[in-house]
């Protein structure tokens, strides 16, 4: 039974007919102004036609925004109703018997303030990156890449059933991977972008199949079959293993994008590309985007301790790995990538503790502040001199720490470990790719000589019989 | 003792390969300098063409660049004729194809029309799928070329195989590149070693040495590590505590390089990182312009640890090549492997005879006349005219049509006015000799007729290190070349001084919030706490920043304002005390110094006599947000610093009664009514700063501020003047929006062209202003005042050089590299760059240092050498120049040209191969307008010389 989740009697005022209509065109708006933006830049560039700079950039920023102004204005429809969520049901994509694959989207207390947020920071950047990119042969590919993240964005955060969140992640896995290789005249960069794009793909597979145990559990993949309420106190309503089972596929998921380790080798990589795009995903949005998936689905995570417990240990281990890892950095960007890192750990335990208003305070917090340090790197050496300047000498190295206290030995040990990002990316290789790859070697192997001998026997057989 | 011959023989051998390295120290002090210094004993054209195969990067514009600037009436076919009759001496008349055309001819024709070379496989793609009407492969003149180039005798050649085992590997099989593997390790210890506090863990064991704390950290091998480095450790405890020397000796020993190969190997093992490796030298050298942590880094180390890690990598390799036993054995066997090149194909051959054919109008006939040795010689021609030779030329063209544009506005400048214009009754303003003070200049000149100025190096002859009130440590204020003796510092007032230490107090409490917060977003518990709670404040400055940067950074300002300055300072300039200060310089000057400072000064630019009521000198810097290489656009001549403080100094001395009676005693007067003030220029917001303007006297009050507006307004139209070239400002801006435009871009976190720093920079006139005042010269020409009628032995000329002449060229060629090879000389797109070790930028999260300008610095920058215009007999000028041989050589080995302009004739001679030639100009016509404004207005690109009415008094003007 679909759970009615809104009613007249719960609004301050308002009758619940306009309401419903309000939100509903509010949050197709939403959703529809990066789209259309994506549209009206990408299109004339596909045909050879681009925009000028200065008419790329505003018609982009005039998505985000138009995104933002829908978003505080749902923000305001919805405090009228007391936060109670609103599901807008777009369609449903098939149906048999009592399976159904529906596209739904959701208003409430969480995904209609982290759209303000996330519009509003990608409109800030793209007012940056209009400057930043002025004369860059890809002006415009940047920006279409920027309303394709946009858009994801925008969709993955109001999605209403796993199936629409996965597509709106799959939009932000590419369009980040791309801008990594944005000056993909460089090895490194290319290489960059594989790697967070291969990176994705192996978690991506955590939500697929979440995704499906969803449907096979509840027969579709709307988030109100698995959980009711106002977020941030709603209700699980599968049983437990269900519930353990997808929220361990979940965290799975998430780790990949939000660099948990041992995921994390990607993200100083990421920083190949321009700094705008830099500071927007692995600053601000596309590394939350784990963790967000996570806010989203908290009542299943409720019912499963275990998957808490894992969250909880991951992040506080990631936070210490890159506190250690980022102490040693001495590349601006890469320091960055690790402070990143560590706040998304902390925030990733922040979630297994079930600490939600917190954690989602925290994302937004964490994003606004880092983004601006992002964008702000080239200043670096001008601000070290107004630093020096007002100290009257250098600034010392950050006081006391707990590597003092151990002995030189272990202290040049650990600082080995740090500068070799603490063996991660090669554990990862030798436990995991390398007996991989070399299955997969291994069956090539097979199925060559078993295609080799079949190729044979026939050419044999060919033979004979010709002429 | 055979070990420490060749010790010996290895260290020379490193020393010979550093001078390729870049010579960029660390980036906040970014001074530019000839980027092919190491070349600069061979002459220019061989240079820049061994530079290129030296580094892999490119000696000359692409050639199509060339082609377009002549589509466009840039490169004329003068040019071309003459460029290319000049270098072909008397074999231009050569016959070819018997008698048929000139090897000229020829050669004419290639330099006109682009012909492509093909290979063999695309030639016959093109024969057999092209289907144009007249189908190549059926006419005549194709089958004509068939045969004639199947009688004819190819040309073969060879290359010479690499020596570093990786360039070897790589051009064998381009999937295995060993560098891929070990690069990212080397930089990383390197970026870390170098460290100048980004880290906040700094690298243990750094007083060892690189080799040394590298060895300490991985000689213990443990951890899961990358598999190519598994032989790393051992490799590292063997080099333990021995001579870096014999480090590398012995791992070219173990890589198999062959006898006589070394020094080549070592050549190329140091160019493979050569921004890092050219900083670890920097840090050797010059430990004195070393930021922060002076780490005793050497090359020695940088090379053992490269060929350590090349030795290692390649022992990794050698199996996957199915090769298990020593390298030396490797070696052999890729070189022979390796792929001789040999000349194009039979087909390849006869298309490229065929299109030269058409081109100069051949006809199958006259081929098939052709015996064998006549087109062996048609095709040796052809294939001479490689594509270097080509561009060389072309760029030859480019430079001769800015030098006859130049030449010929200078010449009919002389002739449209009268001499003796030069005003004598308003104030007399000494800039720095920076092309972008060309523009304020001609403005100043424009806004105020009465107005004289003058150009000298920015530092105005007071070599110091400043410490300045708001600055932490002193800094040093002249020519790269130059080491300071002197050290001034800037204090408060002696009434201010309670009101100082309350303002330092403020400041250094905000400092380490600031300090505090930056560094606490960083820690887990701090960090998170910090983040999570105040974090979104950061939004009120990320969006203000964004979207309103000059409102923003004015407010910024008006807070610092309350921390820093708006006390009264003074320098204190003069010694008391001659015991010298702990870094071994005297603070500061004493009376007789200068005295003679001032009379240095007023002597070069020709002021002995005449001084007005006002004179001003004024320095300038730049002020930018948000940029690496900010300290790239301030003064050359202050070596990447400010030049303010230095007129400031100057100012002081030269007012100082004592000073004055000192210079009166040895017969050298400044008249007692003579004011000096000071002021600096900010090059990129288009401000004026005044100094200690207290100091001006009541009677001098009227003039004084007079003059300020003056400059206001001249800053004014500099930003009009300035906002033509930026793409992203509409032509029509109003001149206060441009003002306001190029305000916010100096404050705009978002901008990455704060300003053009010196690009389009091209000439540099060393004379009386008197000769070039009132001409546009289009922010292009560095200006030297000089006085010929006052210089007789050519002492001041040789003292002038010696300044002017490193730096400018130094710009000029740096520029002008940058600009031809952005990727291999300049550091690429900045949108990139990640500052490393507070040392210098890469790209991205791990690749080579960058030197080199970015390639927004030098977008609008037209690669010509420096023309240095001197206004004085031939005779004089050589006389000068052998008294500086440094510019001697420059001049000598064409990477500066020369021209000299008689100070009596107006005659201007150019210097060539064979000697000064005279310049005969083609046209005598100039433009006339009636203010710059007139001139530059809706236009881009770069203007040829004008005459602007308004910087002459309406009633002498001729």
């Known amino acids: 039974m679909i759970p009615l989740i809104c009613s007249v009697n719960q609004t301050r005022g308002l009758p619940a007919g306009l309401t419903q209509d309000l939100v509903l065109m509010l949050v197709v708006a939403q959703l529809l102004a990066p789209a259309a933006t994506l549209a009206a830049v990408g299109l004339p560039a596909l045909f050879g036609f681009p925009l000028g700079e200065r008419r790329t950039t505003w018609c982009v920023g005039a998505g985000f925004a138009t995104g933002f102004a829908a978003g505080l204005a749902t923000l305001v429809v919805l405090w009228f109703r007391n936060f109670v969520p609103e599901v807008v049901h777009l369609g449903t994509w098939f149906a048999v018997g009592h399976h159904a694959a529906t596209i739904e989207l959701v208003a409430d207390g969480l995904s209609v303030p982290y759209v303000c947020f996330s519009s509003g920071l990608c409109a800030v950047v793209n007012a940056f990156a209009g400057k930043y990119l002025h004369r860059e042969p890809g002006f415009t590919r940047f920006f279409v890449l920027l309303a394709v993240f946009g858009t994801g964005m925008n969709l993955m955060v109001l999605a209403g059933s796993i199936d629409v969140l996965f597509a709106g992640w799959e939009f932000l896995g590419i369009s980040s991977a791309l801008l990594i290789g944005f000056f993909h005249e460089r090895q490194n960069a290319v290489k960059a972008a594989l790697r967070a794009f291969t990176t994705y793909r192996i978690c991506d597979v955590g939500l697929l199949a979440a995704g499906v145990i969803v449907h096979q559990a509840v027969g579709s993949g709307d988030f109100e079959r698995l959980f009711s309420g106002t977020w941030p106190h709603a209700q699980c309503l599968v049983p437990p293993t269900t519930a353990t089972l997808v929220s361990l596929l979940l965290v799975f998921a998430a780790m990949g994008k939000s660099g948990q380790v041992p995921f994390s080798g990607w993200l100083p990589r990421a920083m190949e590309g321009p700094t705008p795009s830099s500071a927007i995903f692995y600053g601000a949005l596309s590394i939350h985007a784990g963790a967000y998936v996570l806010l989203r689905c908290e009542p299943l995570l409720d019912a499963a301790p275990l998957a808490r417990l894992l969250l909880v240990m991951i992040g506080v281990g990631t936070a210490i790995h890159a506190v250690l890892v980022g102490s040693v950095q001495s590349d601006l960007k890469a320091m960055l990538a690790y402070a990143s890192m560590t706040q998304a750990g902390l925030i990733f335990a922040e979630i297994g503790l079930g600490l939600r208003t917190l954690a989602l305070i925290h994302i937004v917090s964490h994003a606004i502040l880092r983004s601006l340090q992002i964008l702000r790197s080239p200043s670096a050496l001008h601000d070290r001199h107004e630093l020096e300047a007002a100290l009257g000498g250098h600034p010392g190295s950050g006081g006391w720490s707990f590597k003092d206290m151990l002995p030189e030995k272990f202290q040049r040990l650990l600082y080995r470990v740090a500068l070799e990002r603490g063996f991660e990316e090669m554990a990862v290789m030798r436990g995991v790719v390398d007996p991989v790859w070399r299955g997969l070697e291994r069956l090539d192997a097979a199925e060559r000589s078993w295609v080799e001998w079949l190729g044979k026997s026939w050419s044999w057989r060919h033979r004979r019989g010709g002429p | ?958």
């Open chain 2, 1 to 958: 003792m055979d070990d420490e011959i060749r010790n010996g023989r290895i260290g020379q051998a490193i020393e010979r390969a550093a001078r390729f390295l870049p010579s960029q120290g660390p980036i906040d002090i970014f001074v530019a300098q000839n980027i092919l210094q190491g070349f600069e004993d061979e002459p220019f054209e061989a240079a820049v063409v061994h530079a290129a195969q030296v580094y892999g990067t490119q000696p000359f514009l692409a050639e199509a660049r060339y082609r377009e600037e002549f589509a466009r009436g840039r490169i004329r076919d003068a040019d071309l004729e003459a460029v290319l009759a000049a270098d072909l001496g008397p074999s231009a008349h050569e016959p070819l194809a018997g008698g048929r055309l000139s090897l000229q001819e020829l050669l004419l024709a290639l330099l006109r029309n682009p012909v492509e070379k093909e290979d063999d496989v695309t030639v016959r793609w093109t024969l057999s799928e092209a289907d144009d009407e007249n189908h190549l492969a059926t006419t005549e003149l194709w089958l004509a070329c068939v045969e004639a180039v199947a009688s004819a005798r190819p040309a073969v050649l060879h290359r010479q195989p690499p020596v570093r085992i990786r360039d070897l590997l790589q051009a064998i099989s381009p999937a295995l590149d060993t560098d891929e593997h070990t690069n990212p390790l080397l930089i990383r210890v390197c970026s870390s070693y170098l460290d100048q506090g980004v880290a906040t863990w700094p690298m243990p064991g750094r007083e060892k040495g690189l080799l040394g704390a590298v060895i300490s950290l991985y000689e213990a091998g443990f951890g899961p590590t990358e598999p190519w480095n598994v032989g790393l450790p051992a490799a590292l405890a063997a080099a333990r505590g021995r001579n870096p020397l014999s480090v590398i000796a012995q791992q070219i020993d173990l890589l198999g390089t062959p006898p006589g190969m070394e020094e080549e190997l070592i050549e190329r093992s140091l160019l493979s990182l050569r921004g890092w490796a050219g900083m670890v030298r920097h840090f050797e050298d010059r430990p004195d312009r070393v930021p922060v942590a002076a780490v005793p880094a050497r090359l020695v180390d940088f090379l053992a640890l490269r060929l350590i890690f090349d030795r290692v990598a390649a022992e990794w390799i050698a199996p996957k090549l199915g090769h298990g036993g020593e390298l030396a054995r490797l070696w052999t066997e890729l070189r022979d492997r390796y792929p001789p090149r040999y000349g194009a194909g039979s087909v390849a051959r006869a298309f490229m005879v065929c299109q030269v054919a058409r081109l100069v109008g051949l006809s199958a006939a006259d081929i098939r006349s052709l015996d064998e040795n006549e087109m062996t010689r048609l095709e040796r021609a052809i294939g001479g005219f490689d594509g270097i030779t080509r561009r060389r030329l072309l760029h030859l063209a480019y430079e001769r049509r800015h030098e006859i544009e130049l030449l010929d506005g200078l010449a009919a400048r002389a002739s449209l006015v009268e001499p003796g214009l030069i005003p004598r009754s308003g104030v007399q303003a000494i800039f720095c000799i920076d092309e972008r003070c060309e523009s304020i200049r001609r403005h100043l000149e424009e806004t105020d007729p009465a107005c004289e100025t003058f150009g000298t190096a920015g530092f105005f002859g007071v070599p110091m290190y400043f410490h300045g009130i708001d600055d932490w440590h002193s800094i040093p204020l002249c020519p790269i070349v130059v080491r300071p003796r002197h050290t001034v510092i800037e204090v408060p007032e002696s009434n201010a001084s309670m009101h100082q230490a309350l303002r330092r107090s403020v400041r250094r409490h905000l400092g380490r919030l600031k300090g505090g917060l930056a560094d606490g977003s960083r820690t887990l518990i701090r960090g998170g706490l910090l983040t999570a709670v105040f974090g979104a404040i950061a939004a009120v400055p990320l969006v203000a920043r964004v979207a309103f940067p000059r409102l923003t950074s004015l407010l910024f300002h008006r807070a610092d304002q309350f921390t820093k300055r708006r006390i009264r300072t003074r320098l204190e300039l003069e010694r008391t005390d001659d015991t010298p200060l702990p870094d071994g310089t005297l603070a500061g000057f004493d009376v007789s110094e200068m005295a003679a400072i001032v009379r240095t000064l007023l002597e070069d630019i020709g002021l002995e006599k005449g001084l007005a009521r006002l004179v001003a000198v004024i320095g300038h810097g730049s002020t930018s947000l948000n940029n690496p290489h900010e300290s790239a656009y301030d003064c050359g001549a202050c070596g990447g610093g400010r030049g303010g403080p230095n007129a400031w100094a100057f100012a002081t001395m030269a007012n100082d009664p004592r000073v004055r009676s000192h210079l009166g005693r040895n017969g050298f007067s400044i008249p007692e009514e003579t004011v000096f003030v000071a002021a600096m220029h900010d090059t990129c917001s288009d401000a004026f700063t005044f100094y200690d303007e207290t100091a001006v006297p009541a009677t001098h009050r009227q003039e004084y501020a007079a003059f300020q507006r003056s400059c206001r307004e001249a800053g004014v139209a500099d930003a009009k003047e300035r906002c033509r070239r930026f793409d992203a400002v509409p032509l029509d801006v109003r001149p206060e929006q441009a003002l306001r435009q190029v305000e916010a871009r100096a404050a705009d976190l978002a901008q990455v062209r704060p300003e053009y720093g010196h690009a389009t920079n091209a000439v540099c006139i060393v004379g009386r202003r008197a000769r070039t005042r009132g001409l546009f010269l289009d922010r292009r020409a560095f200006l030297v005042s000089y006085d010929p009628d006052a210089d007789a032995d050519a002492a001041i000329l040789a003292r002038i050089l010696a300044a002017v002449g490193p730096v400018c060229s130094g710009i000029n060629l740096a520029y002008m590299f940058s600009c031809i090879d952005p990727r291999g000389y300049g550091s690429g797109t900045k949108l990139p760059h990640n500052i490393t070790g507070l040392i210098g930028v890469m790209d991205g999260h791990a690749s080579d240092l960058r030197t080199g300008l970015p390639w927004q610095t030098v977008e609008i920058h037209e690669p010509v050498r420096l023309l240095f215009v001197i206004e004085a007999s031939t005779a004089r000028i050589e006389a000068a120049l052998t008294r500086v041989p440094a510019v001697a050589r420059l001049v000598a080995n064409e990477w500066v040209r020369l021209a000299a302009w008689d100070p009596a004739t107006d005659a201007i001679v150019v210097l060539g191969r064979e000697g000064f030639r005279p310049h005969k100009p083609e046209s005598w016509s100039l433009p006339v307008v009636d203010r710059s404004v007139d001139w530059f207005a809706g236009q881009r690109g770069n203007l040829r010389p004008a005459l602007i009415r308004a910087a002459f008094d309406e009633r002498r003007t001729g």
